[in-house]
């Protein structure tokens, strides 16, 4: 338990020192990095994967994964787009994409829960399903007559200050999936049943219904994310956040919740989103494509996992060595 | 020895042959099944649109998927480990750029020098995902999906933005794909000799049955002294080795080639293997299942086209398609289990 | 340890909410070294694709008239013809304080947020090649008129065709400027009495992307077997289609028009299965935008109608109606001209 506990700390120092390196490499590549109006773009870019990530986390820790969020975004800025066009009051368009976006999450859930199919193959199928969805539904048109407010929201800060507004989004459902993860029942029980789900049902945890609501809710904030991301960039497009995915996965694991399933804080993850926003953000500023920023992001999903991996086994070979040398022999 | 030990002794000497035999009859029926479905779609559409039966479109459906087909291949074999090679699709535009640009740069190359070049960028690039899932005990999902972005920005770095074109290349290497042997085109022919070759090994040598063994019971297969590690590498580099041929036959067909080449190629590649009935829990499938899954989509793929339905509904199939096989097959192998457990009880 | 580095976390983010609480809202923190006048001339373009011939021929005409104004060159772009990739490059290019953006547009309203809050950083605006909401910019440079565009295509296929048969179009981006004003008088022409035994029976989108175009345009083969010319006003289009074609043994049979690069199209254009095609210079394009960018960075124009600035060996030229500068007409490619160009 002892040597669990400093692995973890030891992991968030990780962080805290990629964040710094970060930071670092910004202010090298560009004197522009560290102005209080690039570190609000840089949030601003960040928020959608920010948000997608909290549901992500707990679903991680539950020992599943959730690769279609991505897709389920898509799909509800295509979906907010056709209704707008339609005539539809923006607010009610909004409630219907959330309610699809639920659905879209409950439809991963069900298939999962009730049956049993490994949560990697289907949301990988509907990746690709949510995604075709959105085209079948918009073909390669875009929507982009939003009006000014819905723009604003998006695109724009609280008067007065350069917090954008899908911070304060971003801020409200951060404390509340803190609270719930560290403080409440509830965290402990997905922490249980990331552990040990056939230890979590003989407590008497419902975990198919718990599983069930993570999805669901995945796919809710994959929603609102698409919201906020149509907002933002005026657009309401087919292949809107294409490849989401990768930074989000890359996000929690990299944040210190284990791929296995059973450990990790939101600490972790919140501290992992600002080391990814700020290395693209740094890249971008030196003109560094998308395509290549994805080098650092792709290397780093593995490293996430590598690395622990690789420090294990360290620590066992070190641990083997000891105890030879000690000439202590582990009968108990 | 009472006659329930001697019952037992037969049982257990009796039983692998008939699971084995029960496992094939299952893929059997499967792959028939998929002959329905192709064979209804073929009757449904030809109904509508009668040059759909002709020889040129036939031609043109095959010559579409074959590259697919190549990949699936390899994706079969991964996927016959319980792992998954999302990675496909960077390393097959990968090797594409590799080939296609060496004209480019050094004009006079040899056709087969580009065809070595691209298959062993393919191999070294399957082995570092073989060396990260094995050695590294990191998930193939994991591994793969980010050398899906490695390697397709290693591509980007490698292309600088620019792109080679029909100009840049030599007849040699375009006829490739396009030369006529016995009236089949020359990408026909490599698929089929590679789904061939492939099918040989995994169903008539030793190291085919491994690998099924590693699939379906991995603490069993290690009990028994098979080195699944070495096995699962293996697995990876072919099926790298493979895409880096596909990337080469990719520049042949399409010539004009830059540094998205083969982008979202792994979902379709993935599609075709699932739907081919290639379990997803590993253990079971047949590469004749995985070409027959690249066949069916492509004519979905070609039907759609024919009927003068929006080609908009083809990402939206593969992926229902994905979870129908992947649902049916969890039914399957559920069934089969029951009735495995059943037979060795009698 | 664990809570140290969990108030460390905590702390990280009341940090940057405190610091962005308490920067006023909007502009200029530095954002005003893009008017410093005369020397000063970092300029960007932004086409609508980065590995694309036709927009390096238009960099090269920019990087010649950058030479000359000593002023600095730069191309960035998406890998793939994506608005909202574009997007990100705006952001990245307005946080790195250029002085001018010369931009080709996927989709023109989508990029104009992103474009505005350029503008309102003092950065000048230019579109090229394919314009955005007016309102976004404050020039664009029109390779040749829309009209002269889509009405030569279709005179050119009509003639070739003798003015019967079933015809298609294979364009870029579905939301694309250009594409969709080319378009727009294609079909008008199209509408006129001695096309009546020519119909358009489809307009296939290849987004810019060689194997979508190639694709398209064997779908469109097999979809209508009775198709007898195809305009493909994009060189990536034309290219990829008339290797389409040509793979299914109906060069010849079928004709193929449209806005080539004379290199991809030599080939075609000497075997005759492409024996006209249009286009303009892209390198004069680049060359023009440029200068316009530098005249606008330099405070001797602002985009207003009748306003007039140098353009190296282009001579003067007149800011016309909207901001709209045009570059000239469109040249017409044959076997008797091509091999005088090389892009």
């Given at each position: 338990?002892?040597q669990?506990?400093?692995?973890?700390s030891?992991?968030?120092?990780l962080?805290?020192v990629l964040?710094?390196?970060?930071?670092?490499l910004?202010t090298?590549?560009?004197?522009?990095?560290?102005?209080?109006?690039?570190?609000?773009?840089?949030?601003?870019d960040?928020?959608e994967?920010a948000i997608?990530a909290?549901p992500m986390?707990?679903?991680?820790i539950?020992?599943?994964?959730?690769?279609s969020v991505?897709?389920t975004?898509g799909?509800?800025?295509?979906?907010?787009?056709?209704?707008?066009?339609a005539g539809?009051?923006?607010?009610l368009?909004m409630?219907?994409?959330?309610i699809?976006?639920?659905?879209?999450?409950a439809?991963?859930?069900l298939?999962?829960?009730?049956l049993?199919?490994p949560?990697?193959?289907?949301t990988?199928?509907t990746?690709a399903?949510?995604?075709?969805?959105?085209y079948v539904?918009?073909?390669?048109?875009?929507v982009s007559n939003f009006?000014?407010a819905f723009?604003?929201f998006g695109?724009g800060s609280?008067p007065?200050?350069l917090?954008?507004?899908?911070f304060?989004?971003?801020?409200i459902l951060?404390?509340v999936f803190?609270?719930v993860l560290?403080?409440s029942?509830?965290g402990r029980?997905?922490?249980?049943?990331g552990?040990s789900?056939?230890?979590?049902r003989?407590?008497?945890?419902?975990?198919?219904?718990?599983k069930l609501?993570?999805?669901?809710?995945?796919g809710l904030l994959a929603?609102?994310a698409?919201?906020?991301?149509?907002a933002?960039?005026?657009?309401?497009r087919?292949?809107n956040?294409?490849?989401?995915e990768l930074d989000?996965?890359?996000?929690?694991l990299?944040g210190?919740?284990n791929?296995?399933?059973?450990?990790g804080?939101?600490?972790?993850?919140?501290l992992?989103?600002?080391?990814?926003?700020?290395v693209r953000?740094a890249?971008?500023?030196?003109?560094?494509?998308?395509d290549?920023?994805?080098?650092?992001?792709?290397?780093?999903l593995i490293?996430?996992?590598l690395?622990?991996?690789v420090?294990?086994?360290i620590?066992?070979?070190?641990t083997?060595r000891?105890?030879?040398v000690g000439?202590?022999?582990?009968k108990? | 020895?009472?006659?329930?030990?001697?019952?037992l002794?037969?049982?257990?000497t009796a039983?692998?042959?008939?699971?084995?035999?029960?496992i094939?009859?299952?893929?059997?029926?499967?792959?028939?099944?998929?002959?329905?479905v192709?064979l209804?779609?073929?009757?449904?559409v030809?109904v509508?649109?009668?040059?759909?039966l002709t020889?040129?479109?036939?031609?043109?459906?095959?010559l579409?998927i074959?590259?697919?087909?190549?990949?699936?291949?390899?994706?079969?074999l991964?996927v016959?480990t319980?792992?998954?090679d999302?990675?496909v699709?960077?390393m097959?535009?990968?090797a594409?750029?590799?080939?296609?640009?060496?004209?480019?740069q050094?004009?006079?190359?040899?056709v087969l020098v580009?065809?070595?070049?691209g298959c062993?960028?393919g191999l070294?690039l399957?082995?570092i995902?073989g060396l990260?899932v094995?050695?590294?005990?990191?998930?193939a999902i994991?591994?793969?999906?980010?050398t899906?972005?490695?390697?397709?920005?290693?591509?980007f770095?490698v292309?600088?933005?620019?792109?080679?074109s029909a100009?840049?290349?030599?007849d040699?290497?375009?006829?490739l794909?396009?030369?006529?042997?016995?009236g089949i085109?020359?990408?026909l022919?490599?698929?089929?000799?590679?789904?061939?070759?492939?099918?040989y090994?995994?169903?008539s040598?030793r190291?085919?049955?491994?690998?099924y063994?590693?699939?379906s019971n991995?603490?069993a297969?290690?009990l028994?002294?098979?080195?699944s590690?070495?096995?699962?590498?293996s697995?990876?580099?072919?099926?790298?080795l493979?895409?880096g041929?596909?990337g080469?036959l990719?520049?042949a067909?399409?010539?004009?080639?830059d540094s998205?080449a083969?982008?979202?190629?792994?979902?379709?590649?993935?599609?075709a293997?699932?739907?081919?009935?290639?379990?997803?829990?590993g253990?079971?499938?047949?590469i004749?299942?995985?070409?027959?899954?690249?066949i069916?989509?492509g004519?979905?793929?070609?039907?759609?086209?024919?009927?003068?339905?929006?080609?908009f509904w083809?990402?939206a199939?593969d992926?229902?398609?994905?979870?129908v096989?992947?649902?049916?097959d969890?039914f399957?192998?559920?069934w089969?289990?029951r009735?495995l457990?059943?037979r060795?009880?009698? | 340890m664990?809570k140290?580095?969990?108030?460390?976390g905590l702390?990280?983010?009341?940090?940057?909410v405190?610091?962005?609480?308490?920067?006023?809202g909007?502009?200029?923190?530095g954002?005003?070294?893009?008017?410093?006048?005369?020397?000063?001339?970092n300029?960007?373009?932004l086409?609508?694709?980065?590995?694309?011939p036709?927009?390096?021929?238009?960099?090269?005409?920019?990087?010649?008239?950058?030479?000359?104004?000593?002023g600095?060159?730069k191309?960035v772009?998406?890998s793939?013809?994506?608005?909202?990739?574009?997007?990100?490059?705006?952001?990245?290019?307005t946080?790195?304080?250029?002085?001018?953006?010369?931009?080709?547009?996927?989709?023109p309203?989508?990029?104009?947020?992103?474009?505005?809050?350029?503008?309102?950083?003092?950065?000048?605006?230019?579109?090229?090649?394919s314009?955005v909401?007016?309102?976004?910019?404050?020039?664009f440079?029109q390779q040749?008129s829309?009209?002269?565009?889509?009405?030569?295509?279709?005179?050119?296929?009509?003639?070739?065709?003798?003015y019967?048969?079933?015809?298609a179009?294979l364009?870029?981006?579905?939301?694309a400027?250009n594409?969709?004003?080319w378009i727009g008088?294609?079909k008008?022409?199209l509408?006129?009495?001695?096309y009546?035994?020519?119909?358009?029976?489809?307009i296939?989108?290849?987004n810019?992307?060689?194997?979508?175009s190639?694709?398209?345009?064997?779908?469109?083969?097999?979809?209508?077997?009775?198709?007898?010319?195809?305009?493909?006003?994009t060189?990536?289009?034309?290219?990829?289609?008339?290797?389409?074609?040509?793979?299914?043994?109906?060069g010849?049979?079928?004709?193929?028009?449209?806005?080539g690069t004379?290199?991809?199209?030599r080939?075609y254009?000497?075997?005759?299965?492409?024996?006209?095609?249009?286009?303009?210079?892209?390198?004069?394009?680049g060359?023009?935008?440029?200068?316009?960018?530098?005249?606008?960075v330099?405070?001797?124009?602002?985009?207003?109608?009748?306003?007039?600035?140098?353009?190296?060996?282009?001579?003067?030229?007149?800011?016309?109606?909207?901001?709209?500068?045009?570059?000239g007409p469109p040249?017409?490619?044959d076997?008797?001209?091509?091999?005088?160009?090389?892009?």
């Amino acid at each position: 338990m002892k040597q669990l506990r400093t692995l973890l700390s030891s992991w968030d120092a990780l962080l805290v020192v990629l964040l710094l390196l970060a930071i670092i490499l910004g202010t090298t590549l560009s004197p522009y990095f560290l102005t209080p109006f690039n570190v609000a773009s840089l949030t601003k870019d960040l928020m959608e994967k920010a948000i997608m990530a909290l549901p992500m986390t707990l679903i991680i820790i539950a020992g599943e994964i959730d690769l279609s969020v991505a897709s389920t975004l898509g799909l509800a800025s295509v979906v907010l787009g056709v209704t707008w066009n339609a005539g539809v009051p923006l607010w009610l368009g909004m409630v219907l994409v959330l309610i699809i976006g639920v659905a879209a999450g409950a439809l991963n859930g069900l298939l999962v829960t009730r049956l049993g199919l490994p949560s990697l193959v289907v949301t990988l199928g509907t990746l690709a399903l949510y995604r075709g969805l959105a085209y079948v539904v918009l073909k390669d048109q875009a929507v982009s007559n939003f009006p000014a407010a819905f723009t604003n929201f998006g695109f724009g800060s609280v008067p007065g200050t350069l917090i954008p507004w899908p911070f304060v989004v971003f801020l409200i459902l951060a404390l509340v999936f803190l609270g719930v993860l560290q403080w409440s029942w509830l965290g402990r029980q997905i922490y249980a049943v990331g552990n040990s789900k056939e230890a979590a049902r003989f407590a008497g945890i419902r975990v198919a219904n718990l599983k069930l609501g993570l999805f669901m809710l995945s796919g809710l904030l994959a929603a609102l994310a698409g919201i906020i991301f149509t907002a933002r960039f005026s657009s309401a497009r087919p292949d809107n956040a294409l490849g989401f995915e990768l930074d989000v996965i890359t996000i929690v694991l990299l944040g210190g919740v284990n791929i296995f399933g059973g450990r990790g804080t939101l600490i972790g993850v919140i501290l992992s989103l600002f080391v990814i926003g700020a290395v693209r953000n740094a890249l971008g500023l030196a003109n560094i494509s998308g395509d290549i920023q994805n080098i650092v992001v792709g290397s780093l999903l593995i490293f996430s996992v590598l690395g622990p991996n690789v420090a294990q086994s360290i620590r066992e070979v070190l641990t083997h060595r000891r105890l030879a040398v000690g000439g202590v022999t582990k009968k108990e | 020895m009472t006659s329930t030990s001697k019952g037992l002794e037969e049982a257990r000497t009796a039983s692998p042959t008939s699971q084995s035999r029960l496992i094939r009859y299952v893929s059997r029926v499967r792959e028939l099944g998929l002959l329905v479905v192709l064979l209804l779609i073929v009757v449904i559409v030809s109904v509508q649109v009668p040059s759909f039966l002709t020889v040129s479109n036939l031609e043109q459906i095959l010559l579409a998927i074959a590259i697919i087909a190549i990949v699936a291949v390899g994706e079969t074999l991964v996927v016959l480990t319980r792992n998954v090679d999302l990675s496909v699709g960077s390393m097959v535009g990968f090797a594409a750029f590799a080939a296609a640009d060496l004209f480019k740069q050094q004009p006079g190359t040899n056709v087969l020098v580009a065809i070595l070049v691209g298959c062993l960028l393919g191999l070294v690039l399957g082995a570092i995902n073989g060396l990260i899932v094995t050695v590294g005990r990191v998930p193939a999902i994991i591994v793969t999906l980010g050398t899906l972005y490695v390697y397709r920005g290693l591509d980007f770095v490698v292309a600088g933005g620019t792109q080679v074109s029909a100009s840049d290349v030599p007849d040699s290497y375009l006829s490739l794909a396009t030369t006529k042997i016995l009236g089949i085109p020359a990408l026909l022919l490599f698929a089929a000799a590679i789904a061939l070759i492939f099918a040989y090994l995994l169903h008539s040598t030793r190291y085919g049955r491994q690998l099924y063994a590693i699939g379906s019971n991995p603490e069993a297969a290690r009990l028994v002294g098979i080195r699944s590690n070495v096995m699962v590498f293996s697995a990876f580099l072919l099926c790298g080795l493979l895409c880096g041929f596909a990337g080469v036959l990719w520049g042949a067909r399409f010539a004009t080639v830059d540094s998205t080449a083969a982008s979202g190629l792994e979902l379709q590649v993935i599609a075709a293997v699932v739907v081919g009935g290639v379990n997803i829990f590993g253990g079971s499938g047949t590469i004749l299942g995985a070409v027959l899954g690249a066949i069916v989509l492509g004519t979905v793929d070609d039907a759609l086209n024919l009927l003068k339905l929006s080609q908009f509904w083809l990402q939206a199939i593969d992926g229902m398609a994905i979870l129908v096989a992947v649902t049916l097959d969890a039914f399957i192998t559920h069934w089969l289990q029951r009735a495995l457990i059943t037979r060795r009880q009698k | 340890m664990n809570k140290l580095f969990h108030t460390l976390g905590l702390g990280f983010m009341v940090l940057l909410v405190v610091v962005l609480a308490s920067c006023g809202g909007g502009s200029s923190t530095g954002g005003s070294n893009s008017s410093g006048g005369g020397n000063n001339l970092n300029i960007a373009f932004l086409p609508k694709a980065i590995n694309n011939p036709y927009f390096d021929a238009a960099a090269n005409g920019g990087k010649t008239a950058a030479g000359e104004t000593k002023g600095s060159f730069k191309q960035v772009g998406p890998s793939t013809a994506s608005a909202s990739e574009q997007v990100t490059w705006i952001n990245n290019l307005t946080e790195q304080h250029v002085n001018a953006i010369v931009v080709s547009a996927n989709d023109p309203n989508a990029l104009a947020p992103a474009l505005k809050q350029a503008m309102g950083q003092g950065i000048k605006v230019v579109s090229y090649d394919s314009d955005v909401a007016p309102d976004a910019r404050q020039v664009f440079i029109q390779q040749a008129s829309p009209e002269d565009i889509g009405r030569i295509e279709v005179q050119v296929l009509g003639k070739e065709l003798n003015y019967t048969g079933q015809i298609a179009i294979l364009s870029a981006a579905s939301t694309a400027t250009n594409q969709n004003a080319w378009i727009g008088f294609m079909k008008d022409e199209l509408s006129k009495s001695q096309y009546k035994g020519m119909s358009l029976v489809k307009i296939a989108y290849g987004n810019d992307d060689d194997q979508t175009s190639f694709n398209d345009t064997l779908n469109l083969l097999q979809a209508y077997p009775n198709l007898k010319g195809i305009i493909s006003p994009t060189s990536v289009g034309i290219a990829a289609a008339a290797r389409a074609i040509e793979s299914v043994n109906k060069g010849g049979k079928v004709a193929l028009t449209g806005l080539g690069t004379p290199n991809q199209m030599r080939k075609y254009v000497k075997d005759g299965s492409v024996p006209q095609f249009a286009l303009w210079d892209p390198g004069k394009l680049g060359y023009l935008a440029y200068y316009a960018a530098a005249a606008l960075v330099q405070g001797k124009i602002t985009g207003k109608q009748g306003e007039t600035f140098s353009a190296g060996t282009l001579g003067t030229k007149t800011i016309g109606a909207n901001g709209v500068v045009l570059l000239g007409p469109p040249t017409v490619f044959d076997k008797t001209n091509i091999d005088q160009f090389n892009f």
